[in-house]
């Protein structure tokens, strides 16, 4: 079955910077979009930023200009760079996949939820 594994997380101190990781395997053969979704403790899940197939990048108002989603198609693996890191990015990261897009809304979460997701990777940021 289609398998997300997200690694990179760790704590850091504001102002830092992690890199996470997202290696996808056996997704369908399609047009497809990953994602970045956060859920913090006691909040409801949150959209960070989306990658469609032709490799454009959208992402939330919270994040941008801070965080920056790449993709290697050669290896299925997505990443996100986050700098400047603040507390309030304080969460479960996960990734998230949709091998059936058709916007660049499609791994916002906006239309639909994506079908495929990892199982997280924390990032702590502390002040």
């Known amino acids: 079955q289609v398998q997300l594994v997200e690694s990179g997380g760790g704590s850091v101190q504001t102002g830092g910077s992690l890199r996470l990781s997202c290696a996808a395997s056996?997704?369908?053969?399609?047009?497809?979009?990953m994602g970045w979704f956060r859920q913090a403790a006691g909040k409801e899940r949150e959209w960070v930023a989306a990658i469609e197939s032709d490799g454009r990048t959208t992402y939330a108002n919270s994040v941008r200009g801070r965080f920056t989603s790449s993709k290697d198609s050669a290896t299925f693996t997505l990443y996100l760079q986050m700098n400047s890191l603040k507390p309030e990015d304080t969460a479960m990261y996960y990734c998230?996949?949709?091998?059936?897009?058709?916007?660049?809304?499609?791994?916002?979460?906006?239309?639909?939820?994506?079908?495929?997701w990892g199982q997280g990777t924390q990032v702590t940021v502390s002040s």
């Open positions: 998230a996949a949709d091998s059936h897009a058709t916007s660049h809304l499609t791994c916002t979460g906006k239309v639909r939820t994506p079908p495929y």
């Open positions: 056996r997704l369908p053969y399609g047009r497809t979009c």
